[in-house]
């Protein structure tokens, strides 16, 4: 079974960091570029970043850019998003999802981020 | 940044009946065009892609259609595990973009 498990998720205080990692199971990690996509409550989805198969390229939101970092470790089968300098509007919770030259199949269950003091 | 507009915002209909969901796309997205259902406190799901292209699993009465800039989900005889929140998204150009939903509910 095709499966993406996100772990990470909590509350902190704005300027904060945290670190959100994506286990993969089911499929070749390692051949799909792989998204972060984060969802506010009540609203609909926002794309946030990508990397490709070697974690060489990478795309970020504007709404991240210098604060996000994405990174795969292809050995462990496993997405990472490293967030500095949080701020109360990227509250939400964060899906990683599988790319399919860009929908997406399947989605994690999601870990829920809460920036607030 | 492709703008994408759903509607309706809610759509009440009776178990049994059709439903049809719009997407609008604010520029040509040609059909790099899904279409996801969300349940309350559940990850999205994808149903169509490439505009009219179901998803492995999907069930036949869902249908996607429309290309260019004007969508349509339709769901034939709706089914009580039907009633959810329905987006479009568009993955024709960076930064990839959805719509913000369509509730269908029970009427």
């Known amino acids: 079974e095709v499966q993406l498990v996100e772990s990470g998720g909590g509350l902190v205080q704005p300027g904060g960091s945290l670190r959100l990692s994506c286990a993969a199971s089911g499929f070749t990690f390692a051949n799909h570029w792989m998204h972060w996509v984060r969802q506010a409550p009540g609203r609909g989805p926002v794309w946030v970043s990508l990397t490709n198969t070697d974690g060489s390229i990478s795309t970020y939101a504007e709404s991240v850019k210098g604060r996000f970092t994405i990174s795969r470790d292809n050995a462990k089968n496993t997405l990472y998003l490293q967030m500095n300098s949080l701020r109360a509007e990227d509250t939400a919770v964060y899906y990683c999802a599988r790319s399919f030259g860009g929908y997406y199949d399947p989605w994690g269950q999601g870990t829920l981020v809460t920036v607030s003091s | 940044e492709i703008v994408m507009t759903q509607s309706p915002a809610t759509l009440s209909v009776s178990p049994g009946e059709g439903a049809t969901l719009s997407c609008r796309a604010s520029?040509?997205?040609?059909?790099?065009l899904a279409w996801y259902q969300q349940k309350p406190g559940q990850a999205p799901r994808l149903l169509i892609f490439?505009?009219?292209t179901r998803a492995t699993g999907v069930p036949a009465r869902f249908s996607g259609s429309g290309s260019g800039t004007e969508f349509t989900l339709t769901i034939s005889s709706l089914q009580s595990e039907d009633f959810a929140v329905y987006y479009c998204?568009?993955?024709?150009?960076?930064?990839?973009?959805f719509g913000q939903g369509t509730t269908l509910e029970i009427k």
């Open positions: 998204q568009q993955y024709n150009e960076w930064p990839f973009s």
């Open positions: 520029q040509t997205v040609t059909t790099n």
């Open positions: 490439g505009a009219s």
